[in-house]
């Protein structure tokens, strides 16, 4: 099980039925379980039209930062775009340079060197822009929180107009101008624009009105890619760019763009916002990673397709690296764990030997692994630079401003962030993060499965049906690909696929047989075997093999089945063993037979040497059913009372603990010998000779 909890939502059936007359009772369904139950919210969460999308002079400072490009441009001013070098960053600064390249200025291009420099604006950086006579910095998804960069650079002579998504700090840069949705005075309706958006904007504004559909043609691809690629929540004004961006991207203008997507093996025309996240954004962020972020920006800014061509391929290759390098620090980062003795609680690990460029992508796999915020610092010359994940129901961002006098420097959301610290404050920010931690705890339900619906009739699986999610594409953060779930089905086969890193499932339910798909799972750590019962959470999606169509269920967890019944079953032990009376139908509930035995004593001898295990009672019980995907909590109770009752164990409990020893080696026991079983029995038995 990845997830502790699964979040079960349901539909209701009357809104589900008229929702579906626009379009599938599958998507009826989906919008109903979200929220949506009238016409006008359907139509207004499906919306494309360009008209919903807000003016630019909306943000605060928009007109300053008009004015002062405007100057720049009329005087034909050295102006320079600032970027980062991430795939936000990226596409921000190669949609400005463009645009600024249409109205007759060649701008100067800075992203700093991930590895030797780091995030953001820099002294040294400003100097030289300045050295080459350049009186206008423009950034881009970066300087929202470069205050003292800002003024350097006006000691130069150098103007700042600053364009930025990022969380703000208690004070703005005092820029030309500060256009960033967040900054706590703007009024700008829409705050989850992505460095590209923002950047998208300040072109916007600098034209007329009338040409949005002309620059989202344009530009489009840029805004698509960028945004996707920053994970932000593809709702309101982000899914119009979007989804007019995915236009742009089959449109094919961009030879950079196209030779991106043929390198990939992903065919232009039916790209999806999917295949920009998990395919082209992570080639684009891998040069910046492996620090040679010129190359992704020659690549999209190209009019040469052999060159096009050529930076493609550089850019598949340095991916490949990235992620070899990426694995080797994370098997280092799970045995340095492993070594310490880690529990729960925050992670925070640091090495000198490594690579600063992939330290977000491990960060985020350990976060998801340990279900905690995760920072992967690396060290070099007494200084460390780290990348934060924040785990669900924790704010990163907050947690680093209450460390903030411990640190060098920082900056990101609440999600994600960076960090810059002095190794000889690292055991003090350590200290000081734990101790945030500990005062503003993750939310436990945030670490949670979040399913649409449980299926009841299989009619929802048909393939018309599931073709028709499409309907609410594309699908991203805040608007992500449905999630549903089948109950208490059986597993009928499993098949090593990928050289044995993905495995082919076969689950059986209302008498149908239905394909699976679990990606990044071994058949070594796959618990249930063929003919076990459980529960499946899956993204039901169309596989278009050899011109053959059919609907393949994409597991996102699996659970034993009737999991979700754990706190029912365990209220149950405790008020048959706390002496309340129970029904029939309960006593078969909590009545194992000679199996859930057999089964829960070959686990507990293979627990520990020791023959001793002791732990939270309910932790402990849905463990057992966990780890041997059979039985179920109530029934492995009682067969722990029975064991101690017959001699086999010693059950010691103390309000919410227990402790099991086993008692010599397990010998065959009479078990209808058990008082208990019988008591329990007996409530059976009457209950079958009233019905006779």
Same mark, same amino acid.
């Given at each position: ?25 599958? *998507? ?8 949506? &139950? ?9 919306? %494309? ?12 400072? =928009? #007109?300053?930062? *008009? ?20 795939? #936000? ?44 006579? +350049? ?5 881009? &998804? ?18 700042? *107009? ?22 706590? %005075? ?16 300040? +072109? ?16 489009? #691809? ?55 996240? $998990? ?10 990673? =492996? ?57 925070? =690990? ?7 460029? +992939? ?19 690396? =060290? ?52 000081? $993060? ?17 399913? #649409? $619906? ?42 090593? /696929? ?99 035995? +057999? ?13 001793? /295990? ?79």
């Amino acid at each position: 099980m990845k997830y502790s909890n699964w979040r079960i939502s349901k539909f209701s059936a009357s809104a589900a039925r008229f929702l579906a007359r626009r379009s599938s009772s599958l *998507v009826g369904a989906v919008l109903s379980a979200r929220g949506t &139950d009238s016409e006008e919210e359907f139509c207004a969460l499906l919306s %494309d039209d360009i008209h919903n999308i807000h003016s630019p002079f909306l943000l605060k400072d =928009m #007109d300053k930062a *008009v004015t002062r490009i405007q100057n720049a441009i009329t005087e034909n001013e050295r102006v320079a775009v600032y970027g980062d070098y991430d795939a #936000d960053g990226i596409t921000s600064t190669c949609l400005l340079v463009s645009f600024l390249r249409t109205h007759g200025l060649e701008p100067e291009i800075y992203i700093p060197n991930r590895l030797e420099e780091g995030y953001g604006l820099s002294a040294a950086a400003i100097q030289s822009l300045a050295d080459k006579g +350049v009186t206008l910095i423009i950034t881009v &998804d970066c300087g929202v929180t470069s205050a003292a960069e800002v003024e350097f650079a006006k000691s130069l002579g150098v103007d700042t *107009v600053i364009s930025d998504h990022h969380e703000c700090k208690d004070e703005l840069p005092h820029a030309a101008a500060v256009v960033n949705p967040k900054r706590p %005075d703007c009024p700008y309706p829409y705050k989850q624009l992505a460095g590209v958006g923002v950047a998208f904007k300040v +072109v916007c504004a600098m034209c007329r009105p009338s040409e949005l559909e002309t620059l989202l043609c344009r530009y489009g #691809d840029l805004v698509a890619m960028g945004t996707v690629a920053d994970i932000m929540p593809l709702t309101g004004e982000n899914r119009i760019l979007v989804k007019y961006g995915l236009r742009a991207v089959a449109d094919g203008a961009r030879p950079g763009v196209a030779a991106l997507i043929s390198s990939a093996g992903l065919d232009r025309a039916k790209i999806t916002s999917e295949n920009i996240g $998990f395919t082209i954004a992570p080639r684009i962020n891998a040069a910046g990673r =492996m620090g040679k972020a010129e190359e992704a920006l020659t690549l999209l800014l190209t009019s040469d397709t052999l060159e096009a061509d050529r930076y493609a391929e550089n850019l598949s290759a340095l991916n490949s690296e990235r992620r070899q390098i990426e694995s080797d620090i994370t098997e280092q980062v799970h045995a340095m764990l492993k070594a310490e003795g880690y529990e729960s609680g925050p992670i925070i =690990m640091a090495c000198e030997n490594w690579h600063s460029g +992939v330290t977000g992508i491990v960060a985020s796999k350990i976060m998801e692994r340990y279900h905690a915020p995760a920072i992967i610092i690396c =060290m070099e010359d007494g200084i460390g630079k780290g990348s934060c994940r924040g785990s669900s129901g924790f704010n990163m961002f907050e947690a680093l401003k209450y460390c903030g006098d411990s640190l060098i420097a920082f900056g990101g959301h609440s999600a994600a962030a960076g960090v810059t610290v002095a190794e000889s404050d690292l055991e003090q920010f350590k200290h000081k $993060f734990r101790e945030y931690y500990n005062q503003h705890p993750p939310d436990a339900a945030a670490d949670c499965l979040n399913i #649409d $619906f449980s299926v009841k009739n299989p009619g929802m699986l048909s393939l018309d049906n599931v073709t028709s999610l499409e309907e609410l594409s594309p699908f991203g953060k805040g608007n992500p690909y449905p999630t549903l779930a089948i109950e208490n089905a059986l597993l009928r086969g499993v098949t090593p /696929i990928g050289g044995g890193k993905h495995l082919k499932l076969k689950i059986e339910k209302w008498g149908q047989l239905f394909d699976c798909v679990y990606f990044g799972m071994s058949e070594a750590e796959f618990p249930p075997k063929p003919g076990y019962a459980l529960d499946i959470a899956f993204a039901p999606k169309v596989n278009d093999f050899r011109n053959k169509r059919s609907v393949q269920l994409m597991i996102s967890d699996i659970r034993p089945a009737n999991w979700g019944k754990l706190e029912a079953s365990l209220q149950l032990c405790g008020r048959f063993y706390g002496g309340e009376q129970i029904t029939a139908c309960e006593a078969k509930a909590i009545c194992p037979d000679r199996s859930d035995f +057999v089964c829960l004593w070959r686990h507990l001898s293979k627990a520990d040497e020791s023959g001793v /295990i002791s732990g939270v009672r309910e932790k402990l019980l849905s463990g057992f059913v966990e780890k041997t995907w059979r039985g179920s909590c109530a029934k492995y109770y009682t067969c722990l009372k029975v064991m101690d009752e017959l001699g086999l164990a010693d059950l010691s409990e103390d309000d919410e603990l227990i402790r099991i020893e086993l008692l010599g080696e397990a010998v065959r026991v009479d078990l209808e010998g058990s008082a208990l079983l019988q008591s329990i029995r007996r409530i059976q038995d009457t209950y079958e000779e009233r019905l006779n």
